[in-house]
């Protein structure tokens, strides 16, 4: 689709300038954020090195088994990571997963079956990580939001099961928000993506050479499968985990 | 009778809230009183399975209380809480809301009449609606289920003195014209006295007194 270019850890680490630049205008401005962005930094390129020597060895593997546990593994760590943003949820850990393999099995399984992508490691893993990287955001956020809309609301949740509603249905005005939450961001800016700003994926692919009706098409497609996935994610999310805050018994459990 | 407890007992983290509570609650009207943090509201939300005790058994009309079915169960015997918590939309939506899961025909303008509302206040938006107003329509919408017993967490809590007194009068009208069980909670001897027949005194999760109001509150 593209010829391919060659970067070299020279121009890497020459765009270090802006990372002390902007470790620069952290100490000058106190905002005390000068360790963070160097750890940001060293992590950034020590996980993203890591998963280019990984990706180029299941590219040279080509088989299909090594794309299925490398994607495994990121919705495991997705998952992991985005329940330590919903702490106040109990048992995040399992909707989170669900979710997040789901948005990536059916979004994968979709591109695959409709024919954009070929079901080769090439496409699988980038888009999958795609996928995963922002449904795992859409889910943390829409969990995050959720346990803070219980916790806020436990009075107006138990007036609705006090009249004989099913947990569900009480809890379903704050189900709805946190999806909400969950997948406005991308709403939004899809909705400004080309005008305000420009996508990664575009960019990159204009910076390697290519056409850019091609980088516009491809765009697009990554758009919409990120619009799904994200849903997907967020809607399996929130509707496995607002079980956990109610007993079988239709009770809203008290939380510590 | 209409509820037994045994022996009733339930502590959240290190607190005692309820400790080996024995009462008998008969239809009629019944307070529970004792002061704050006494354990009443606690009570109550047993009484229709919004939480289940750790220990000791709760019997609603001779049949354990775990037997019912706790949906079924809260349509039967209503809660009002404290503090109003009407769904987004108007009156009679929540209203219509109520009647749905209890499976009952809604005559709006009955159940408002019964709480002390006219039948224009159906129509009217939840989020325009004074404290006061809000709880007849909390009260409005509990009755729309036709529910048997009518629990109350202090009805009259958030309101001043002339609202009180309306929801009181009103609450008095409602034990004349429907066979309706009342088990109210109050931290006021004095509401009690005014509304109830029977009371349950709770000091500090324990039983002080149960039985006729003059001897409960003696």
Known sequence: MSPSISVSLGQVAAALALVALAVGISFWRRTDLERDIVVATVRSFVQLTAIGYAIKLIFEADTIWLVVALLSVMVLFGALTARSRAKKVPGAFWPLLIGLAIAAASTLGLVVALGIFEATPRYLVPVGGMMIGNAMTASAVALNRLGDEVSESRAAIEATLALGATAREAALPFVR???????????????????????????????????????????????????????????????????????????????? | MLFELRDVSLARGDRQVLDAVSAEIHSGATAIVGPSGSGKSTLLRLLNRLADPDAGTIAYRERPLSGYEPLALRREVSLVPQLPSLLEGTVESNLAYAARLAGKELDAARCLGHAGLDPGFAARDVGKLSVGEQQRAMLARALAQEPAVLLLDEPTSALDHDARDAIEATLGRLRAELDIALILVSHDPEQARRLADRAVRLEAGRVAACGPLAEALA
């Open chain 1, 177 to 256: 928000r946190a999806m909400r939450s969950g997948t406005i961001a991308l709403v939004d800016s899809t909705k400004t993506t080309g005008l305000i700003f420009f996508p990664g994926t575009m960019v990159g692919m204009l910076l390697a050479g290519a056409e850019p009706t091609d980088a516009v098409r491809l765009q697009l497609i990554l758009l919409y499968l990120l619009l799904g996935s994200t849903a997907i994610a967020a809607l399996v999310a929130t509707g496995l985990a607002y079980r956990h805050f109610f007993t079988p018994a239709q009770q809203l459990r008290e939380l510590g």
